[in-house]
DNA sequence: TTGACAATTGAACGGTTGTTCAACTATAAT
DNA sequence: ATTATAGTTGAACAACCGTTCAATTGTCAA
């Protein structure tokens, strides 16, 4: 088994499976867009906002206080997650309320939520 | 509504929601986990290769073919994955063969998969 | 119109992280 | 034993990212 056609430091050892998989790989595109999805919800901050909010709309300034951060902290995470279409706001004078974006994201929070629960239990036998 | 027991640059703007919130928040050790489980996945490179591994169990030298990378930059990435219990490897002489932990990982993957091919589609109306 | 305050913004700082590179281990074949 | 190759590892570098800080916007009340 020769050299292959890639730039690479590697020589194809299973061809066949190489090939499989370059067949039924998903495209680039979809592949970028979850990791997206999943880089909006790995950080701290945002996870615990995103909880919150799960239960109940909320303004920046409660939201500081609840995380014990500063507004400048939070806002520029909030604007990440509404970059991302995670949260949507709606403003109310000088307040701005922040809200789940739809349902399809407590959905895609509480699937991981499950998981990790499940995790900790395994994890205690 | 004056100043509040809590180290901020805010007032408290509705102490009865901030005092609900409190009251349902979700363990911080719980959401930690979560940020993790999602920081892990949130890379290009890990989300690639849990999608390769989902279809079939592969070796290194396979996957840096298929991502057009060095052998070095994948093992690194296999280690987090490990580390992080999304997948799980078998040594076979020289070849050490890598495929995802379990059921789960695959589970998670193909939800926010359908979630960002929704998006992608409603992107289109 | 002036003051107070919720919220946003951009720059800067420091910590994190992904890839590269070189060195290394382990296994198989000659 | 020697050589070749799969894989791992640690250090180093650059790019990225979260928080802080200071300045600014927008809205309300006096």
């Known amino acids: 088994m020769g050299k292959n056609e ?10 066949d499976r190489v090939k499989l998989a370059k067949k039924n790989m998903i495209e680039e595109e979809t592949l ?3 990791a997206d999805l999943y880089k909006a919800l790995s950080d701290s ?3 615990k906002i995103v909880a919150i909010l799960g239960e ?3 303004c920046v300034c ?3 206080v609840l995380l014990n951060m500063t507004k400048s902290a939070v806002s520029h995470q909030l604007k990440n997650l509404r970059e991302m279409e995670l949260v949507k706001c709606r403003k109310e004078g000088k ?3 922040y809200s789940l974006a739809d349902e399809h994201v407590k959905q895609i929070f509480n699937i ?3 998981h990790v629960m499940e995790e900790k239990i395994e994890g205690k036998n």
């Open 112 to 114: 991981s939520y499950s």
């Open 62 to 64: 409660d939201i500081a």
């Open 56 to 58: 109940q709309e909320m």
């Open 95 to 97: 307040v701005v309320f």
């Open 45 to 47: 901050t945002r996870i």
């Open 6 to 15: 890639f730039e690479c430091d590697c020589d194809v050892i299973h061809e």
């Open 32 to 34: 970028l867009l979850m």
